[in-house]
Structures are given as C-alpha cells and as structure tokens.
C-alpha cells in the first residue's frame, strides 16, 4: 500500500519560512519523478516546482527564487523550503510521485499553508 505522508505546513506571516517535507511508503521512490503542487479553494491544483531522480529541477513562474525542491532517495523523501512567503502563498500543498512509463501518479492528503499576519 502506497503512502505519503506530508507534513510542515501551518500559519506563517508574511516574508517568513516553511518547510514542507513528504515521506513515501510501498513504492520504489527514486523511480518516480516527485514534485509539489498547489490548490486554492475553487481554483485548478497548479505545479509549484518539481524534481526528477536526475536531480533536475523546474519552478512555477511564480516562485521567483523564493522555494527550493529537493529529494532524499535513501529517505524516501521530497521537501520544499518555502522562503519569502506571501499571502497569494495561502494554499493546500500536495505532494506528487509519477512514473510516466508506466502512468502511475499518486497523490499526498495535502498540507495548508496560511501566509497571513
């Protein structure tokens, strides 16, 4: 049984930090790519920046420097340092796992962010 559990979100005001972390159980993690999503309430879930086992990574436009994705294989794990919050920040953060050779995505329970002072 495949699980993901994420953790580190909360209420932060603005221009403060955040580190999200997300632990996978029951799948083989460095073979799938990871990345971390967004998904305001009524609004579509947006990428925020992911990373493939390479280590390469990519950012949403609107991260501007201010998010770092990394990856621990050994610990299963995937994080995103969040600094430099904002309030448009305010979401449920979810993490991802696919393997597009195989089309098999999943999908954390998701974790709120609140950027507000």
């Known amino acids: 049984q495949v699980q993901l559990v994420e953790s580190g979100g909360g209420l932060v005001q603005p221009g403060g930090s955040l580190r999200l972390s997300c632990a996978a159980s029951?799948?083989?993690?460095?073979?799938?790519?990871t990345a971390w999503y967004r998904q305001v309430r009524g609004k579509q879930r947006e990428m925020v920046a992911d990373?493939?086992?390479?280590?390469?990574?990519n950012y949403a436009d609107f991260v501007e420097g201010r998010f770092t994705i990394s990856r621990d294989d050994a610990m299963s794990s995937v994080y995103l340092q969040m600094n430099n919050l904002k309030p448009e920040d305010t979401a449920v953060y979810y993490c991802?796992?696919?393997?597009?050779?195989?089309?098999?995505?999943?999908w954390g329970q998701g974790t709120q962010v609140t950027v507000s002072s």
């Open positions: 991802r796992l696919r393997r597009w050779d195989i089309d098999s995505t999943y």
């Open positions: 029951g799948v083989r993690f460095r073979l799938y790519a």
């Open positions: 990373i493939r086992s390479s280590g390469t990574t």
